[in-house]
């Protein structure tokens, strides 16, 4: 059994990762802000005979949360299970698009705090933790179309590229532990917030949430880079 930390549960490529991770018998603790979102994942995974996942929900607003409430985090997670094999940093935020000219101020703040500061305490936080597994896997989902199209994405873009230099630091800063660290630089796949972002766009042409997060935990497994997938 292995004992997962998933950030942006509660839907997209973060609920098909729970959903995947849990055809084995797998601990995943499931974050994210959206409470009704975690709810009916949670009853999806105990309802059905598919998954032996057992999953325990951790509600919580990357936005408004403060560093008490990520050493709450490491606490809980300490108490209750002592290591974490994988954490995936996938919770973000992404608003419209918007030239930087005219972007409001606030919601810049606010896109970097939740999609880039809130992964430096999480990282903070976890890797003692990944530190006590055998081999634990730290995973920073990115977005593979900003390199040939970064206009208009704004905050969105800045943060994931600082979570991209943010793990290759930490990677380095830890490359003789046993700890793992990976950047999937995703392409396009279908998902409620790529619907609001590309209204024309026929989402039969872009693969699926679950066929991405199938091919990202094979490669893990097998502990493979691949053209989405960097082993830091």
Known sequence: MSIYLITGAA?????????????DNNQLILLDKNLKGLNHLYDTLVDSDDYQAQPALFP??????????????????????GHLDGVFLNAATLPAFTP??????IQWYEVLHTNLNANFHLIQQTLPLL??????????????NL?????????YGVAKAGLEQLMKTVALENQKSPLRFYS??????????????????????IPTSQV????????????STTDSLQKL
């Open 60 to 81: 919580m607003d990357l936005l408004g949360a403060n560093i008490e409430h990520y050493g709450q985090l490491r606490t809980t997670l300490e108490n209750e299970y």
């Open 100 to 105: 930087v000219e005219y972007f409001d101020y």
């Open 212 to 223: 991405i997060a199938a091919e990202l935990l094979k490669a893990l497994q097998d502990d």
């Open 11 to 23: 839907e997209g490529l973060g609920r098909s990762l729970a959903l995947a991770s849990a055809h």
């Open 131 to 144: 530190r006590a597994a055998d081999a634990g896997q730290l995973v920073a989902i990115l977005d593979g």
């Open 184 to 205: 999937a630089k995703l392409g396009a796949f279908q998902s409620n917030t790529r619907s609001r972002q590309f209204p024309s766009e026929n989402p039969e042409t």
């Open 147 to 155: 390199e040939d199209n970064p206009a208009y994405y704004g905050a």
